[in-house]
DNA sequence: GATTCACTGGGCAGATCGTCCAGTGTGGCG
DNA sequence: CGCCACACTGGACGATCTGCCCAGTGAATC
């Protein structure tokens, strides 16, 4: 319920650019005391704000250099079968169940062309899909993040003037 | 030699699960000697496997409960130009250029569907972007994981089986 | 046989961690 | 107006971990 503050706002964003900083680091950036950052982190973490530290691993390189997208068409009220199917298939990185005109998006690796057919295939065939439409993902202008909204409530502070 | 051995793999895969760990309860748990998980460790960042360890914000806790993509059909040769005034939009969370029916895939977040409106609009009213099509996330059946291959190397590679 | 390399196991000083605690605003509320 | 709950400060504690060093072992390479 309660909102993100600017201090909050700060920590996450000190954060993502070291991740590796400890508290009293984080303390000693912030200009609080450490006890406070560690309140701060606990709260968050409580709310679900953040939640952890997962390492950042590079499919690239480690072979995976190929990003593919699909967005599947799927028969009625098979959602849960086919997004547990997809699961399944280690190359299958994300799913997203979107409205419009597919009903699944998505989003897959592979190690070379002939690996990416392979995967493609596997995608296709899984039971329930009616029709997909693949896309190879060129490049990644804006890879993912989150720190330009982090920022907005850093500096912003109290003012929301978004509607809810 | 590019390839991943099954120590560095089980290594990424403990460090996914409690990312908390320090290198010396990883040395304890994958039964090696601390200097091993640091020189590993370092061989993996030197190599640009491991990224390093950004904190994981839900967007959702702070609000931002929306998600939507957005299939951009635009100006030949237009797409940096493009890429770069999305970026400037902080909803937009992730870019990729794509082949296939469209050519830029945009990843966005809001707060409200009201919001989420205006972000489409303002995404849409990119100079260049002649079509676009949005859907909204539903939900997330496979959230974004690199498990399930760092298993396959942790098992395939090497003899050892994956650690208690 | 000699060399290189990764790993082991140990030891060191210094930094950090989790956890306490008293003291200081600051706000809400009877 | 006092009282209380709450958050932050600044300091302290011992336990733990870190970064770094080193000698020794085994395997692969030259």
Chains 1, 2 share one sequence.
Do not use: K
Not at 8 to 34: F, K, T
Not at 83 to 96: T, Y
Not at 150 to 157: G, K, N
Request: aromatic residues 2%; contains cysteine; hydrophobic residues 45%.
């Amino acid at each position: 319920m309660t909102e993100l503050d600017a201090l909050d706002a700060r920590l996450l964003l000190l954060l993502s650019d070291e991740p590796r900083l400890g508290v009293l680091e984080c303390s000693r950036r912030l200009g609080v005391a450490r006890g406070t950052v560690q309140a701060r982190m606990d709260r968050l973490e409580r709310r679900g704000v953040l939640g952890g530290f997962p390492p950042e691993v590079d499919l690239a390189a480690i072979g995976y250099g190929l990003t593919a997208f699909a967005v599947l068409e799927i028969a009625q009220g098979r959602r849960v079968e086919v997004a547990a199917r997809l699961a399944a298939i280690d190359e299958v990185c994300e799913v997203h169940a979107t409205t419009g005109e597919g009903d699944l998006l998505v989003r897959m690796v592979a190690r070379s062309n002939a690996d990416l057919q392979r995967v493609i295939d596997e995608v296709v065939d899984v039971r329930w899909v009616r029709r997909t439409s693949t896309s190879i993902a060129l490049s990644t202008p804006v890879p993912p993040r989150v720190r330009p909204l982090l920022e907005r409530v850093a500096t912003d502070a109290g003012t929301d003037p978004i509607p809810r």
